[in-house]
């Protein structure tokens, strides 16, 4: 099966990615790349770029400069913008240059915060992979670095939302209803990765009785809690009606909820759902509920493992896309999979921005608000 | 474990002398990992008998993502554990990314973990052209660095080089200068030449070899000296050299 894109777009780059999730936590990040990167990312990616500062550089990389490995002026003019705008951290994110070149980004990191005595580290982005690779060791770097050390103390009832970033999820106010979800249930939001939060609420996230993981962005942030503060993770998007069954996933500790509710072995008439795999398995398991119709999930992105219910399944190119979806009859997945759709189905729009970008923002579903 | 990168000049000897030290660790009772980074793949030739092996490069491009360990691992002569990791054909593509590749692919199928070498030696190709042929001397890999020349102006050119970039990656927690090998041409003032090039680095000529013609005797057979002459003069400058490098690496004796 071929693996090119004629009809759809791709998903949001592992860079873009980085830059959304560290966007709101007063750090600096540079991409290390002629230009290309930061024009996609603020142009289709950022939805808060004209309203919301933040330290996204682009280090405007030039050809004598990646032939001659001309690392010295990268770190140079790191090193001058950050002396005047002091950010908390720098984090540095490779495209496909430099990722040819071979540029070691770690020690790189190691001797920026060395001179200026910032935190520095390295996401080894490259630009072939998605949104959710970039964001997940993004926030990951945070969680080994950010987050202070274990008090031991713990506030009952109390979450940190992993793997929120508007590539998902929107703008603020659309996660604000699934804090308001969650507050309903019995249990208040301590911090939020990464945006609507103050920078500072991390340095609280280990006093949470349970993380969160909403997307799949979060996963490797809630590995590093887990193991360095002991907090137990629950998988899952308080969407709707459905988080009442996340609240009680969190109450039992009970990792990944949604693969034990999802229907099995029924072929009666089907949903599919087309997207990142913890919110679209989440909706899933909450249309299942509501309405007693089977739904399939599809997930056109590349870190699915253990998060699809059986039955569901990582679909790889348009044409895997385009086959998977010849016997769908409802379909729901954003405007611009429809081309690919078959002609009879019945399509349901519910844009998604780390695939259509802006394209759609008025009409961008409340996720906690569906079912 | 301990990590060693060997650099020098193309045709000093590098592949020859790493093989011999390899043998001559794991005669030691040392389990040594001998990974060759350079595109022609012919660091291990001698230790697997001239057999032809896989290399990671190759291997990667034909599974990609279903690449397996064994799919590019040979244990060769002595037990020592032969990986090559390849390149392009000559004039296509990146060797120095096609190197960065490779120890990566190693890396992420568990090549340390499952080996569980006591010493690892890559055998580096010529000097450090690109930040690919950098990749052996990353935090992470070599803890330290060797290099080999003999009196010829263009190896100790070679390796003043080697040694200056070196010295420039300190900040970055790289792999520190662990000395020179001298690997003897019979060049006028080569001992006066190559003390000169140490002095420059502040680093020192931890090994001599002898110029031997049973070394391009095994290398006909297909064998390190080692094997093809055990009882040789030859053989014992090669132990004695691995007896140098651990003492510069402050390696204790295998249990």
């Known amino acids: 099966m071929r693996q090119s894109y004629r009809i759809i777009p791709i998903y949001t780059a592992d860079v873009s990615g980085v830059c959304s999730a560290l966007y709101e936590l007063g750090g600096m990040t540079v991409m290390h790349d002629p230009s290309g990167c930061n024009s996609t990312y603020n142009t289709h990616d950022e939805i808060r770029w004209y309203d919301q500062d933040s330290l996204i550089y682009i280090s405007g990389l030039t050809e004598i400069d990646a032939i001659m490995g001309n690392d010295q002026k990268f770190l140079d003019d790191i090193k001058e913008a950050a002396r005047e705008l002091h950010p908390k951290f720098i984090a540095l994110a490779g495209s496909p240059i430099p990722y040819m070149n071979g540029t070691d980004f770690p020690a790189l990191a190691q001797v920026l915060e060395e001179e200026t005595g910032i935190p520095a580290f390295a996401v080894p982005t490259n630009g072939m992979h998605d949104y959710v690779y970039g964001a997940g060791i993004a926030l990951e770097e945070i969680a080994k670095r950010f987050t202070g050390e274990k008090t031991g103390r713990i506030q009952a009832r109390t979450v940190n939302l992993l793997g929120v970033t508007p590539l998902d999820f929107g703008p603020v106010s659309h996660v604000e209803v699934l804090k308001e979800n969650l507050k309903a249930c019995g249990w208040k939001v301590l911090s939020t990765w990464a945006m609507g939060d103050e920078p500072d609420a991390f340095l609280q996230a280990g006093e949470a009785e349970v993380n969160l993981v909403v997307s799949s962005v979060g996963l490797r942030a809630a590995k590093v809690l887990e193991e360095k503060f002991g907090t137990p993770y629950v998988v899952g998007t308080p969407i709707g009606s459905y988080t009442e069954r996340i ?84 379909i729901v997945a954003d405007p611009l999979y429809k081309p690919i759709c078959p002609k009879n189905c019945e399509f349901y729009e519910l844009p998604h921005i780390a695939f259509s970008g802006r394209i759609y923002l008025k009409k961008l579903p409340v996720l906690g608000k569906l079912v | 474990m301990k990590k060693i990168a060997v650099y020098g000049k193309g045709g000093i000897g590098k592949s020859t002398t790493v093989s011999n030290l390899a043998v001559a660790l794991a005669e030691k009772g040392y389990k040594v990992m001998q990974i060759g980074c350079d595109p022609k793949a012919d660091s291990t030739i001698q230790l697997r008998h001239g057999k032809e092996i896989p290399t990671v490069l190759e291997m990667f491009q034909q599974k990609k993502q279903n690449l397996k360990l064994e799919d590019m691992v040979t244990v060769g002569y002595a037990g020592v554990v032969c990986v090559e990791a390849g390149g392009p054909t000559p004039g296509l593509g990146c060797a120095g990314r096609g190197i960065i590749t490779a120890l990566e692919k190693l890396e992420e199928t568990g090549a340390y973990e499952t080996y569980q070498p006591d010493i690892v030696l890559y055998d580096v190709l010529g000097d450090v052209v690109c930040g690919g042929f950098s990749m052996p001397m990353r935090k992470g890999y070599a803890d330290q660095v060797f290099i080999i020349t003999s009196g010829e102006n263009m190896a100790i050119h070679a390796g003043a080089n080697i040694a200056m970039a070196v010295e420039n990656f300190k900040n970055r927690g790289y792999a520190s200068l662990g000395g020179i090998i001298l690997n003897k041409r019979e060049v006028p003032r080569e001992e006066e030449k190559v003390q000169e090039l140490a002095g420059d680095f502040h680093t020192q000529i931890i090994g001599r070899l002898d110029r031997s013609e049973l070394v391009m005797e095994a290398e006909e057979a297909g064998k390190v000296l080692l094997e093809y002459a055990p009882d040789s003069q030859m053989a014992e400058e090669y132990r004695k050299l691995a007896d140098q490098i651990l003492a510069v690496c402050g390696e204790e004796k295998p249990c």
């Open chain 1, 247 to 330: 609240a009680k996933a969190l109450e039992e500790k009970e990792q990944i909820s949604y693969r034990k509710d999802r229907m099995q072995g029924r072929k009666d008439r089907k949903v599919t759902l087309i997207g990142e795999p913890v919110i679209m398995e989440s909706l899933a398991a909450g249309i299942e509920e509501k309405y007693d119709c089977r739904v399939e999930v599809l997930c056109p992105l590349e870190e699915t493992d253990g998060l699809l219910a059986d039955g569901d399944r990582w679909v790889h190119g348009e044409e895997e896309m385009e086959e998977a979806l010849k016997a769908a009859e409802i």
